[in-house]
């Protein structure tokens, strides 16, 4: 008999599959610009629709056609620059040598931190001044303002995010001039401009290994004399113990992803929504109130989950402007 041959099942790329440590994902990373604007922004997952957009792009073959497109509605608010912190560089990495924090914070931030009586923050700044000859980096605190939105929290989600500049001083004096001031994405993002989604994907629990890894059910007279959705070995006698590689059950879901170069096709403000919500409102989210970004594809996480926006890490050649000719807005409740 011909002995059975085939690929192994299942990328081991993300392990070990543990739920995220926190819903709000911290980036590590931001790409370098010279122009003194944030690199980021955090929104609102609403849900998908579809919209049909001239296809701009000179090597497809539906160039300069009308093309079906899904599409995802994230909702913007403006986000609010709440603190600054400077980073030195030691032989462990960047480390925080000092932050400020704005004058003017949001109420519902007292349900996150809490300032000591004794707080000013014109001593952090200058504090921030004297130490710039040894700064290596400057980033900024953001938060998101989720009660002016649908979801149902009042707590607003806070996020540290780069800012552009050629050096520490000149990210200081734009970071300055930012601090408690709201920052709308249209001052940040373009349309047609490629961006990477971040954020913590769909919890499925735990789940067991035909659906996790995708393994063969198994067949025959394996299946008979036992389970049927299960590995047939997790590994030889020798070595005497369970090589990491092979699939077992545990969680899935609910785990940082980035999804590079995610396509802009329009930024919207609030005068516009009536462009976008269908009747009834989006399924399991409600009514777009705010700014809006109409994203191309699919971004990861369910509705109502918080997603980063980052400027390109590595940014294809944009196309010319989305050209959209229809979003559909029919109601989707009750399908």
């Known amino acids: 008999m011909v002995r059975h041959h085939q690929p192994r099942k299942g990328s081991v790329a993300f392990s070990p599959r543990k739920r995220a440590a926190k819903e709000t994902p911290r980036i590590k990373s931001w790409p370098t ?18 919209a049909m957009v001239t296809d701009t792009d000179k090597n497809s073959p539906t160039n300069g056609m009308e093309v079906f497109t899904p599409v995802t509605v994230l909702e913007v608010p403006p986000v609010v620059v709440m603190g600054i912190r400077a980073y030195e560089k030691t032989t462990r990495g960047l480390k925080v040598i000092t932050e400020v924090l704005a004058d003017n914070l949001d109420e519902e931030l007292s349900r996150k931190i809490s300032l000591p009586k004794e707080y000013k923050s014109s001593e952090a700044i200058a504090k921030i001044q004297e130490t710039l000859d040894k700064t290596e980096d400057i980033k900024i605190l953001v938060h998101t303002n989720p009660k002016v939105t649908s979801v149902p929290k ?42 990477d989604a971040i954020a913590t994907t769909k919890g499925k629990g735990f789940q067991g290994v035909v659906k996790r890894w995708g393994i063969r059910i198994q067949y025959g007279k394996a299946a008979r004399s036992s389970k049927a959705r299960h590995v047939g070995s997790i590994g030889p006698w020798t070595p005497s113990r369970t090589m990491w590689t092979v699939a077992q059950a545990g969680q899935m879901g609910y785990h940082k992803r980035t999804e590079f ?8 403000d609030a005068s516009e929504v009536k462009e976008i919500n269908p009747d009834g409102g989006f399924i399991k989210y409600g009514l777009v109130k705010n700014d809006y970004i109409l994203m191309k594809g699919s971004i990861p996480g369910p509705s109502k989950r918080l997603i980063i926006l980052r400027k ?11 050209q959209i000719n229809y979003i559909n807005t029919k109601s989707k409740q009750g399908v």
Do not use: W
């Not at 610009?33 to 579809?50: F, I």
């Open 33 to 50: 610009q010279d122009e003194p604007k944030l690199l980021g922004l955090a929104g609102y997952k609403v849900g998908m629709t579809h």
């Open 154 to 195: 009042k707590k607003p989600d806070i996020f540290e995010c780069g800012i552009g500049g050629t050096n520490p001083e000149e990210k200081l004096n734009a970071a300055l001039e930012l601090l408690g001031n709201e920052v709308k994405a249209s001052e940040i993002f373009n349309d047609g401009q490629f961006v």
């Open 261 to 268: 170069n995610k396509k802009i096709l329009k930024i919207a």
């Open 312 to 322: 390109a890490m590595r940014p294809k050649k944009s196309d010319d402007l989305p």
